[in-house]
């Protein structure tokens, strides 16, 4: 009885200074934020499997391909150059760079055009300054698409790189 009380005070009710009333406090898990910063420029804290493709790896952003081409592109350009500041400043963090594709062809083609994708990315970012060491690949081809329907808002959404946290 006791620990059910002691979990639900941790779960959201906060005890008055007088002891006498609780309040609730709610909070959405969508409110809580995915990176904290410390006003004293500690790093960030991420979750380690935290992605770009959701929005929880902090600064990191998904870049985005054209159609059947691993050339990134000047606005992926640009987003690779915001995402290799955050990691010149968060050198312990460690990513892995997702190559994905839209479902148009062959599972074999999409795993090898994936693997392109993630190997542009991670060429470009070491390039800009970023240790070999910190970035992995993998390409998971045409298999897990977050854009769906079959046109070309949902193909857009797909051809991507996508970065989790691996490292922290």
């Not at 290799?84 to 312990?92: C, D, G, I, T, V």
Request: glycine share 8%; charged share 25%; net charge positive.
């Amino acid at each position: 009885m006791k620990l059910n009380i002691l979990l639900a005070l941790c779960l959201g009710f906060t005890i008055s200074c007088g002891g006498t009333s609780t309040k609730k406090t709610e909070t959405k898990a969508s409110e809580t934020p995915a990176v904290t910063v410390a006003a004293t420029n500690e790093e960030p804290t991420l979750a380690l499997n935290a992605d770009s493709d959701s929005g929880k790896a902090g600064p990191l952003q998904t870049v985005y391909f054209d159609y059947n081409s691993a050339a990134l592109t000047s606005d992926s350009k640009s987003t690779l150059k915001a995402n290799a500041e955050f990691l010149k400043s968060n050198k312990a963090i460690e990513v892995q760079v997702e190559g994905h594709c839209d479902e148009r062809g062959s599972v074999q083609y999409n795993i090898a055009l994936g693997e392109k994708r993630a190997k542009a990315v991670k060429e470009y970012l070491t390039a800009l300054g970023i240790a070999g060491k910190r970035l992995s690949t993998i390409s998971f081809g045409k298999e897990r698409p977050v854009g769906f329907g079959h046109d070309e808002t949902a193909w857009g959404k797909n051809r991507r790189g996508n970065f989790v946290i691996t490292a922290k």
